[in-house]
């Protein structure tokens, strides 16, 4: 009888340790997707939050987005905004810091054709992050340098950035298509 006790503690403990392993790894490798899935937001977000609640929060995004209607521009839309960003780009030497609000103008009305909520700059950005994440630091920089603008603390040199990261996120979403859909990082 002792015998038998004691092998099922052994079989127990045995389980158990297995269970520990598997939740360890499946851990690590939903942070590896995660890191590999948002690159620089990844390590923007932990920097922020710290590890644990940048995981929830990055995986709240994508569940967030998920539920968006995404779509791709048309040929003719495309054509319009590739229009108006040279125009705009072709103010820029006369007026930057109008160039520099018609930019941010731009961007978000592109990020409204496609199908992203344009209320609040935060969540926009939030949103943006899960289909654009090596360029959304880039937006979050320019409206940075916008709102330093406004305070009367950019130089024409900073417009000019501002107008390079509009640029970077303006190109992604112009260009990227829709991805296939994403297996949900659990």
């Known amino acids: 009888m002792d015998h038998e006790v004691l092998y099922i503690v052994i079989a127990a403990v045995f389980i158990v340790g297995l269970l520990l392993v598997a939740w360890v790894v499946s851990r690590r490798r939903r942070t590896e997707l995660l890191q590999e899935r948002f690159g620089p937001e990844y390590e923007r977000t932990v920097r922020q939050i710290g590890a644990a609640r940048a995981e929830a929060d990055l995986l709240e995004r994508e569940k967030r987005v998920q539920k968006l209607t995404l779509r791709e521009l048309t040929s003719e839309e495309r054509e319009r905004f590739v229009t108006e960003w040279r125009a705009i780009q072709s103010r820029f030497v006369d007026v930057p810091e109008q160039a520099m609000t018609e930019a941010d103008r731009l961007v978000d009305q592109l990020m409204q054709a496609r199908g992203y909520p344009v209320a609040d700059f935060e969540q926009r950005a939030a949103d943006i992050s899960v289909d654009h994440p090596r360029v959304v630091d880039n937006y979050r920089t320019a409206r940075h340098i916008a709102s330093r603008y406004q305070r009367g603390e950019a130089t024409t040199e900073d417009l000019r950035k501002a107008i ?12 990227t298509p829709l991805s296939a859909p994403r297996k949900e990082v659990a």
């Open 164 to 175: 390079l990261y509009y640029r970077s996120l303006f190109d992604d979403l112009l260009h």
